[in-house]
């Protein structure tokens, strides 16, 4: 079983990249989310779409206190002097008629470059426009979803029992979608496709959502960043104060249990040369 602890002392970032919390949705771990942010904290925080999840709302509401106390986690920092980024995705894609808006001192932005502290340009985006699915035809996307749905269920108890037995959080549809030739080469043609249109932007990298994969890499010469989620891996990314980047990965308890786990499990990379002009 995995040791705990009492929850320790804040980790504060400069910069913190949050993605696919998809609240709304039945499958959003709100509770994990919040015992994640009751013990880091960030200068800046970047909201990179799928937030909030529309398309799962419009077909049947669901909208509990934890997916709310969320909100009123982010809206909390921002009062408190945080800048917060709001890039919405597919799944919020009604706030991208709002761009510049603010909302309870949440900004609302199509896209945004972030500037690191050692001087890189990232290109900071949901990156849906890059999926040739949700692009060009709507109806294969929302059935999908559909079984990206049906997976998550299973997630759900097929973790009851390893709970039952004292095993951690294990994710199936994380495993099967890496397990499926199709997938593992849509996931490469995305990272190089949003890769090269960071270099496009005059950009030394890219930071990213939407696909679920948690990742610090280099594709077509270009730093590439993806949040993951906050349904199957529940993680993050950081930029230390010294613009390095650190994967997050959460694996404590929700926020409802009198005890966290350890420090979250990191991934780090050291920082990249910044790109030179042509």
Not at 255 to 270: C, F, M, T, Y
């Amino acid at each position: 079983m995995t040791p705990t602890r009492t929850p320790g002392p804040i980790r504060h970032f400069r910069t913190l990249f949050i993605s696919d919390l998809h609240l709304g949705s039945k499958a959003a771990q709100a509770e994990r989310l919040l015992a994640f942010l009751a013990v880091h904290d960030a200068e800046k925080i970047y909201l990179v779409g799928d937030i909030v999840d529309g398309w799962r709302l419009k077909r049947a509401w669901h909208w509990p206190q934890s997916h709310n106390d969320v909100v009123q986690a982010f809206l909390r920092k921002a009062r408190k002097g945080t800048q917060i980024v709001y890039v919405p995705g597919n799944h919020d894609e009604f706030l991208r008629g709002f761009p510049g808006q603010h909302f309870g001192g949440i900004e609302v932005r199509l896209t945004d470059v972030h500037e690191t502290a050692d001087g890189r340009r990232l290109l900071v985006m949901h990156g849906d426009e890059f999926d040739v699915v949700v692009r060009n035809a709507r109806l294969i996307a929302y059935l999908g979803d559909w079984a990206y749905d049906a997976a998550i269920a299973i997630n759900l108890v097929f973790n009851q029992f390893r709970r039952r037995f004292g095993f951690g959080y294990w994710s199936f549809s994380s495993w099967a979608k890496l397990k499926v030739k199709n997938a593992v080469s849509f996931i490469g043609a995305f990272e190089t496709a949003l890769a090269s249109e960071a270099g496009r932007m005059g950009c030394d990298g890219v930071v990213c959502g939407h696909i679920h994969h948690p990742q610090i890499a280099e594709r077509a010469g270009m730093l590439y960043v993806n949040s993951g989620d906050w349904v199957e891996s529940c993680s993050a990314i950081a930029e230390r104060h010294d613009g390095s980047l650190e994967l997050l990965t959460w694996t404590g308890l929700p926020a409802a249990a009198p005890q966290l786990v350890d420090l979250p499990q990191s991934e780090e990379i050291k920082p990249l040369e910044p790109a030179k002009a042509a």
